[in-house]
C-alpha cells in the first residue's frame, strides 16, 4: 500500500483541478462554435434571392435618317439585369425612365427640284422584284385616292402604270400632319414637332406668330382705307403685323 504525502496530494489536487478548469473550457469552447455556427446558419436561411435592375450606358447617337429636311437620330439603352442573395430586401420592379430618345437633325430645306423623302422612299422598290418582274415606283398622297390607313405614317405606293400598290411603315423622319401642326414619323408615329424646333414639343404660335407668346404682340386692324394718290408710284397705306 502505497502512502501519500500531504505535498503529494497537493499536487495532484491541482493537477486535477487544472484538468479539470481546462475541459469545461474547451466545453464551453465548443458550445461557443455551435451557437455561433448555427447562427450563421441561420442567416444563410434567412437570405433571400431577389433580382436588381439597373440602367446601361447609353449607345451613341445613330445616323441622321435625312441629309436635308428634317431627320431623326436615336440613342439607346438597355435594362440590366442580376440575380443575387441579399439578407433582406425586395426585387425592384423595373428600370424607371426611357429606354430610348430622340433628336431632329439636318433641318435644312431640301433643294426645291429635289425628290422628296416619300419620293425617294417608294422609289427605293424599283430594284426589287415582284412576280418575275421590275416595276417603277412612286408616292401616293391622301388627295390621289381613297385612304386605306388613316395612319400618317403609313407610306402608300403605286406603279406608274397604277397596276400594283403597296403599304410599309414611313421612315423616322418623314414629314407628317399631327393635328393642325407638323410633325415627323418616329417609330410608325406621327410626333409633333413645335414652334420652337423641339422633337415632342407642345409649343405653338400665338396669333401674332410668337412662340408661345399670349398674342399680346400684335392688334386687329378693320376699316376702309381711301385715300387717292396725286402721283404715280409706290404709296405705303400702313404697316400691319401679319397675323397667324
Not at 417609330?187 to 407668346?213: A, H, M, R, Y
Request: proline share 2%; net charge neutral.
Amino acid at each position: 500500500m502505497r502512502v501519500w504525502s500531504w505535498e503529494q496530494f497537493r499536487e495532484t489536487g491541482v493537477v486535477l483541478l487544472g484538468f479539470l478548469t481546462l475541459t469545461m473550457s474547451v466545453g464551453n469552447l465548443s458550445t461557443r462554435g455551435l451557437q455561433e455556427e448555427g447562427a450563421a446558419s441561420n442567416s444563410l436561411e434567412d437570405q433571400q434571392e431577389v433580382t436588381t435592375y439597373w440602367w446601361g450606358e447609353w449607345a451613341k447617337w445613330t445616323a441622321c435618317t435625312r441629309t436635308c429636311g428634317g431627320g431623326v437620330m436615336s440613342q439607346e439603352r438597355h435594362c440590366l439585369k442580376q440575380r443575387k442573395k441579399v439578407t433582406a430586401g425586395k426585387d425592384n420592379m423595373t428600370c424607371t425612365g426611357t429606354a430610348k430618345k430622340y433628336h431632329l437633325c439636318n433641318s435644312v430645306d431640301c433643294p426645291a427640284s429635289g425628290r422628296s423623302f416619300r419620293e425617294e422612299q417608294c422609289w427605293s422598290f424599283n430594284s426589287q422584284r415582284y412576280s418575275g418582274r421590275n416595276y417603277l415606283w412612286k408616292p401616293l398622297y391622301p388627295d390621289d385616292y381613297v385612304h386605306i390607313s388613316s395612319n400618317p405614317c403609313d407610306l402608300h405606293c403605286t406603279t406608274t402604270d397604277g397596276q400594283r400598290q403597296l403599304m410599309v411603315m414611313a421612315r423616322d423622319g418623314t414629314s407628317c400632319k399631327y393635328s393642325s401642326y407638323r410633325g415627323v414619323c418616329v417609330e410608325g408615329t406621327c410626333e409633333p414637332i413645335g414652334c420652337d424646333g423641339v422633337l415632342f414639343s407642345s409649343n405653338t404660335l400665338d396669333k401674332c406668330g410668337v412662340c408661345q407668346g399670349d398674342g399680346s404682340s400684335c392688334s386687329k386692324v378693320t376699316g376702309n382705307f381711301r385715300r387717292g394718290a396725286t402721283t404715280l408710284g409706290e404709296l405705303l397705306w400702313a404697316f400691319i403685323p401679319y397675323l397667324i
